[in-house]
């Protein structure tokens, strides 16, 4: 009986988040025609990291979708941690923290890498317990024809899905 509950609550879960996963991963016509228009060449749908594990190791899950009408062959996605009070913070192992994530294609026009239960993820990116936050700032994109463009820190405003959070600014009430 344990069995079957347990089996029940697991299934509804992973019902749960697929519905979640096409609501993140959902992008309008009007959201990639705009990106199109500001030559931003992807669209981020989800930004976040796991809670570091047993030894540490954080994960970053971090998805997209081709806002362009090529084919990409590569997504190089440029990332930083930070702690609770809003400073870059170092792998315990290796001493890196600003990182470089790789995604490799073919991504179709208006196809990305994936959603909330079948998106690519990046194990053990870093080693330290005090990351909370991940931000994106800045991609590099290779197309298929050997062309290439980049997002910088200052286009990735417009590279954000609606609700997408990608800062780990603390704000604070000065009194």
Request: one cysteine or more; glycine letters at 10%.
């Given at each position: 009986?344990?069995?079957?509950?347990?089996?029940l609550l697991?299934?509804?879960?992973?019902?749960?988040?697929?519905?979640?996963?096409t609501?993140?991963?959902?992008l309008?016509?009007?959201?990639?025609?705009?990106?199109?228009?500001?030559?931003?060449p992807?669209?981020?749908?989800?930004?976040?990291?796991?809670?570091?594990?047993?030894?540490?190791?954080?994960?970053?899950?971090?998805?997209?979708?081709?806002?362009?009408?090529?084919?990409?062959?590569?997504?190089?996605i440029?990332?930083?941690?930070?702690?609770s009070?809003?400073?870059?913070?170092?792998?315990?192992?290796?001493?890196?923290?600003?990182?470089?994530?790789?995604?490799?294609?073919?991504?179709?026009?208006?196809?990305?890498?994936?959603?909330?239960?079948?998106?690519k993820?990046?194990?053990?990116?870093?080693?330290?317990?005090?990351?909370?936050?991940?931000?994106?700032?800045?991609?590099?994109?290779?197309?298929m024809?050997?062309?290439?463009?980049?997002?910088?820190?200052?286009?990735?405003?417009?590279?954000?899905?609606?609700?997408?959070?990608?800062?780990?600014?603390?704000?604070?009430?000065?009194?």
């Amino acid at each position: 009986m344990k069995k079957a509950v347990s089996f029940l609550l697991v299934s509804l879960l992973v019902i749960a988040a697929s519905f979640a996963c096409t609501h993140v991963a959902r992008l309008d016509r009007g959201t990639i025609e705009q990106a199109r228009q500001d030559g931003i060449p992807v669209i981020f749908t989800w930004i976040n990291q796991g809670p570091p594990n047993s030894a540490g190791g954080v994960n970053a899950y971090i998805y997209f979708v081709n806002a362009t009408q090529k084919i990409i062959k590569y997504v190089r996605i440029h990332v930083i941690p930070y702690n609770s009070v809003g400073d870059p913070v170092r792998s315990s192992i290796g001493n890196k923290s600003r990182t470089t994530l790789k995604s490799t294609g073919p991504f179709e026009p208006g196809r990305g890498n994936g959603g909330l239960t079948s998106g690519k993820h990046w194990t053990n990116v870093w080693y330290n317990y005090t990351i909370v936050c991940i931000e994106v700032v800045g991609a590099d994109i290779e197309f298929m024809d050997g062309t290439e463009t980049s997002i910088n820190r200052m286009e990735m405003g417009k590279a954000l899905q609606r609700g997408v959070r990608n800062s780990c600014s603390i704000e604070t009430n000065a009194s």
